[in-house]
């Protein structure tokens, strides 16, 4: 099955600084990359997603990055701010014999901007 | 607006009691999923539906049941609870991802904090 490693586990920044989190995933096939970000006893909600035809996709201040060569992708905070204080979730579709798919979620990246 | 709505917010219950937690989208979704969080695990699938009638194990799923007799409600069920039970379980939903390899956003409900003592 789809395999997702997710660094660093946690991060501390200062506000102003980037913050950088990448995910690794195993099957090549994959062709779709989301990012999650919960807050604190929240539920989690989508932030920006890209697939497998482009390379960047940016937002404002956060961008995702893929190398689907190397099989990563990465997700770009930049000029952080308290509010971005979360855990930030990537995930990866594992798709099954009956051609629907799953998310299988990394472990998630506690992210704590410090003012 | 559409939405997915989980009850209860918060549950205590006894080792060995079945319990069932509601999930009701209005999204019109067919896909539907149940998760459970936990700290250094991340979200984990139970179980999952594509659509009415369709039910299938998820990684974690030794333990739950689920069943899908319309297209807004995916309950699940513990059939007789235990500690290794106790944590935040999230139902979330998403438009059907076919043709094949063409998923799309996950919406998540509020989560349930269920204690199993």
């Known amino acids: 099955g789809e395999n997702v490693e997710q660094h660093p586990s946690t991060l501390s920044v200062q506000e102003g600084d980037s913050a950088v989190i990448k995910c690794t995933y195993s099957d090549s096939a994959s062709?779709?990359?989301?990012?999650?970000?919960?807050?604190?006893?929240?539920?989690?909600?989508?932030?920006?997603?890209?697939?497998?035809?482009?390379?960047?996709?940016?937002?404002?201040?956060?961008?995702?990055?893929?190398?689907?060569?190397?099989?990563?992708?990465?997700?770009?905070?930049?000029?952080?701010?308290?509010?971005?204080?979360?855990?930030?979730?990537?995930a990866v579709p594992k798709t099954l014999n009956s051609g629907y798919s799953t998310l299988t979620f990394g472990k998630g990246t506690m992210l704590l901007v410090s003012p | 607006d559409a939405e997915i709505t989980q009850s209860p917010r918060h549950k205590i219950t006894e080792t060995g009691r079945q319990v069932t937690l509601a999930c009701h989208q209005t999204w019109n979704h067919n896909n539907m999923f149940w998760y459970r969080q936990d700290l250094g695990h991340?979200?984990?699938?139970?179980?999952?539906?594509?659509?009415?009638?369709?039910?299938?194990?998820?990684?974690?799923?030794?333990?739950?049941?689920?069943?899908?007799?319309?297209?807004?409600?995916?309950?699940?069920?513990?059939e007789s609870a235990a500690s290794s039970q106790t944590s935040v379980y999230f139902c979330a939903s998403s438009e059907a991802g076919v043709p094949t390899r063409n998923p799309s956003e996950a919406f998540f409900g509020q989560g349930t904090r269920l204690t199993v003592v």
Not at chain 1, 51 to 72: F, P, Y
Not at chain 2, 48 to 74: A, F, I, P
Request: net charge neutral.
């Open chain 1, 31 to 90: 062709n779709y990359f989301p990012w999650y970000k919960q807050e604190l006893g929240k539920r989690p909600q989508l932030i920006i997603d890209i697939r497998s035809n482009v390379g960047e996709k940016k937002d404002q201040r956060i961008a995702v990055t893929l190398n689907k060569t190397a099989k990563h992708f990465s997700l770009h905070i930049t000029e952080t701010q308290p509010e971005d204080s979360a855990v930030y979730f990537c």
């Open chain 2, 42 to 78: 991340g979200l984990r699938l139970i179980h999952y539906s594509y659509g009415v009638q369709d039910t299938n194990k998820g990684e974690v799923s030794d333990g739950y049941s689920v069943s899908r007799s319309n297209t807004e409600d995916l309950p699940l069920t513990l």
